[in-house]
T-cell receptor, first 112, second 113 residues
Framework: NAGVTQTPKFRILKIGQSMTLQCTQDMNHNYMYWYRQDPGMGLKLIYYSVGAGITDKGEVPNGYNVSRSTTEDFPLRLELAAPSQTSVYFC???????????FGSGTQLSVL | GQQLNQSPQSMFIQEGEDVSMNCTSSSIFNTWLWYKQDPGEGPVLLIALYKAGELTSNGRLTAQFGITRKDSFLNISASIPSDVGIYFCAGQGSMNRDDKIIFGKGTRLHILP
C-alpha cells in the first residue's frame, strides 16, 4: 500500500514564484490535512478537508490555497512564495475526525 | 486557542535507560495521541488514548491518558538506538468536526554513544 504520497520531496523557490505541492492517498480517507513543520515548533495546521469539495482553514492558512476535487487528491498551492514559507510540509489523511493520522514523508521547501 | 506543552524539549540518554516525557494542556482533551518522527520522514502513530486514566502499551512504549484529561505521559523502557527521533504528543478536544488535532512541539530523543 502506498498510503499518503507527497511530491516533490525537495524544492527551492525564488521569492514571488508559485508552486503546487501534490498529495494523494489511496486509503479512501475522507479527511485530509496539510501541516507545516518549522524547527522546534511542532506541526501547524494550514488547511484541511473533510471530503471532496469541502475545505477549511487551519491555524496558519495565509499565503496558501487548497482544493479537493477528488477524495484521493489534496494539492496545496503557494501563489507568491515568501521566505517565511520555508518549511517542511506534511500532508496527512484520516478516516475521520479524531482517528489515526497517516502522514506522507514530507516536502522540504526553501524560498530564497 | 488550545495549546500543548510538551517536555522535555530534548533528552540525551544512554542506551538501555528508560525515558519519560509528558504533555500538558490548560484545557481538556478527549483524545491523546503519541507520534514518532524519524529524520526525513513524516510522523507515525505510536499510541492512541481515548479514555481518561487509560494506560496502553505498544512493546517497550507505555502511554497514559491523565485522569484530569489535561495531560498525557509516554514512557520508553530500555531504550535502543532506533528510538532516536522526535516524539510528538497530539490532542483533540472533542469529536466535533471543527475540533482539529493539536500537536505539541516535540521531544527530541538522542542516545549517547
Amino acid at each position: 500500500n502506498a498510503g499518503v504520497t507527497q511530491t516533490p520531496k525537495f524544492r527551492i523557490l525564488k521569492i514571488g514564484q508559485s508552486m503546487t505541492l501534490q498529495c494523494t492517498q489511496d486509503m479512501n480517507h475522507n479527511y485530509m490535512y496539510w501541516y507545516r513543520q518549522d524547527p522546534g515548533m511542532g506541526l501547524k495546521l494550514i488547511y484541511y478537508s473533510v471530503g471532496a469539495g469541502i475545505t477549511d482553514k487551519g491555524e496558519v492558512p495565509n499565503g496558501y490555497n487548497v482544493s479537493r476535487s477528488t477524495t484521493e487528491d489534496f494539492p496545496l498551492r503557494l501563489e507568491l512564495a515568501a521566505p517565511s514559507q520555508t518549511s517542511v510540509y506534511f500532508c496527512a489523511s484520516s478516516l475521520g475526525q479524531g482517528r489515526k493520522l497517516f502522514f506522507g514523508s514530507g516536502t522540504q521547501l526553501s524560498v530564497l | 486557542g488550545q495549546q500543548l506543552n510538551q517536555s522535555p524539549q530534548s533528552m540525551f540518554i544512554q542506551e538501555g535507560e528508560d525515558v519519560s516525557m509528558n504533555c500538558t494542556s490548560s484545557s481538556i482533551f478527549n483524545t491523546w495521541l503519541w507520534y514518532k518522527q524519524d529524520p526525513g520522514e513524516g510522523p507515525v502513530l505510536l499510541i492512541a488514548l481515548y479514555k481518561a486514566g487509560e494506560l496502553t502499551s505498544n512493546g517497550r512504549l507505555t502511554a497514559q491518558f491523565g485522569i484530569t484529561r489535561k495531560d498525557s505521559f509516554l514512557n520508553i523502557s530500555a531504550s535502543i538506538p532506533s528510538d532516536v527521533g522526535i516524539y510528538f504528543c497530539a490532542g483533540q478536544g472533542s469529536m466535533n468536526r471543527d475540533d482539529k488535532i493539536i500537536f505539541g512541539k516535540g521531544t527530541r530523543l538522542h542516545i549517547l554513544p
